[in-house]
Structure formats: structure tokens, C-alpha cells
């Protein structure tokens, strides 16, 4: 059926016309009622057995959440060097460790659902390596806490202090030529380092830097730095 209003108005307007009753202000009003008219048509009025229009992409709750995921685990992510570059505030790498372990739970639900469910825990898991936290049933890092190394010594043909790398792959030791230690340092812990793909990082490579003031490290972790050969403060500057 049709609209017998808008019936009746278009009536009205084509009789004023046939009797020429319609001046310039009568069809200016004209033309705006049929502008209205055909307005409201178009909002309003829907063809019987027309097809609902397609869902926008991220319509569905399951995909909105994914995608909210995906943008708060990149904020965290960006914010993690920060949170590393004070390990001593403790407050702040829980809140931010505790964050990124309610993304993973979150993340979970959905592994199942999406190709991005497995990725999402998988990249979470990984960001939470870097704050020393493995979770059992992701099985992504080694659990190396009983690893050792080999001792290694290197001796400064200048000085014939002594540089010493204890078995346990962590501490060095400076010692002059009567025996004596000049100091004795936990180059990882000193710098306030957290454990990464590994549960106990410990160091594989240990040499003089080439400008012989200071020792090269690198732990198995990839993480690396070097060690003032005078004080025995680490620099780290990095990991893999």
C-alpha cells in the first residue's frame, strides 16, 4: 500500500499546477514539501524482502575484543624499556607484568577461534620472558637453573691482573699479581638484568674489548654488554 498522505499532498500540488494557482512563492513551498517528502522516503520508507545490509568488519564482540588486545599489548610493549631501565621499581614491573598476564588470560579464550588467538599468547608469553615469567603450559623458554660454565681466566699483559669467570657462568673476579681481589662482581645482577629465554642466563663469551679497558660479554640469552676492566661496572647494551 502506499502512503495516503503523501498521496493526498501530491494531489494537492498537481491540482494547483492544472489550475494554475501557483505562483514563485507557492512553488518554492512546493518544492520544498517534495524535497521533504522524497527525504523521508529514503530514511524511512524500506522495500518489502530487501536484504539486511552487510556487517562492517569488527562488528562481532569476539573481533572487537581481539583487536582491543592487539592495541593494549602494543602500548605495553613499547613501554617495556622503560619499565627496565628502573628495575628497582618494583611496583611499576608488577603492574605491568600483571597487565600483560591478564592480556594473555584474555588472549586464551580465543585461540581456538581466530588465527590471531595462538599468535596473540604466543607474543604475550614472549613479552613476559623479558620480565622473567614463564607460564608451564606455553613450554617456550629453557629451565637451565643448574648450568655451568667452564672457568676461563684473561690475563692484562700490562698489568698481570687476573680476570676470572667462575664456573657458575655469573661472577668475575679482578686479582693483582700478589693474590689480591680487587673487586668481585655479578655483572647480570649488578645491572639490574631480568632472565630472558632462559631461566638462568650465564656467560658464553668472555674477552678483552679492543680497546682493552674493558671485557666483552655476552650471555647465552643473547643479552650482552661489557665490563669496565678498572671497576668492574657492567654496561649492558642489549639483547637479541
Not at 204 to 225: C, E, H, M, R, V
Amino acid at each position: 500500500m502506499g502512503d495516503p498522505v503523501g498521496s493526498q499532498v501530491v494531489c494537492l500540488l498537481v491540482d494547483d499546477w492544472k489550475i494554475g494557482k501557483i505562483g514563485p512563492f507557492m512553488r518554492t513551498r512546493a518544492a520544498k514539501i517534495a524535497l521533504v517528502l522524497l527525504g523521508l522516503f529514503v530514511l524511512i520508507v524500506r522495500p518489502i524482502g530487501a536484504a539486511e545490509p552487510a556487517a562492517a568488519p569488527g562488528n562481532n564482540a569476539a573481533e572487537r575484543e581481539i583487536a582491543a588486545i592487539a592495541a593494549e599489548f602494543h602500548k605495553l610493549q613499547g613501554a617495556r624499556a622503560a619499565v627496565q631501565t628502573y628495575p628497582e621499581s618494583h611496583d611499576l614491573r608488577k603492574r605491568h607484568v600483571a597487565m600483560l598476564q591478564d592480556l594473555y588470560q584474555r588472549a586464551k579464550k580465543f585461540e581456538s577461534e581466530f588465527s590471531y588467538g595462538p599468535l596473540a599468547c604466543t607474543s604475550i608469553h614472549t613479552e613476559l620472558n623479558h620480565f622473567g615469567i614463564v607460564i608451564p603450559d606455553e613450554h617456550r623458554w629453557t629451565i637451565n637453573d643448574n648450568q655451568t660454565v667452564e672457568p676461563k681466566v684473561l690475563v692484562d699483559p700490562k698489568t698481570q691482573i687476573s680476570y676470572y669467570l667462575e664456573s657458575d657462568g655469573r661472577h668475575i673476579s679482578a686479582i693483582d699479581r700478589s693474590g689480591k681481589i680487587l673487586w668481585h662482581r655479578d655483572p647480570f645482577n649488578d645491572a639490574g638484568l631480568w632472565p630472558y629465554r632462559l631461566s638462568k642466563p650465564v656467560i658464553t663469551y668472555f674477552k678483552f674489548g679492543p680497546n682493552k679497558q674493558a671485557i666483552d660479554l655476552s650471555f647465552n640469552s643473547s643479552q650482552f654488554g661489557s665490563l669496565d676492566m678498572a671497576t668492574g661496572t657492567f654496561q649492558w647494551n642489549g639483547q637479541d
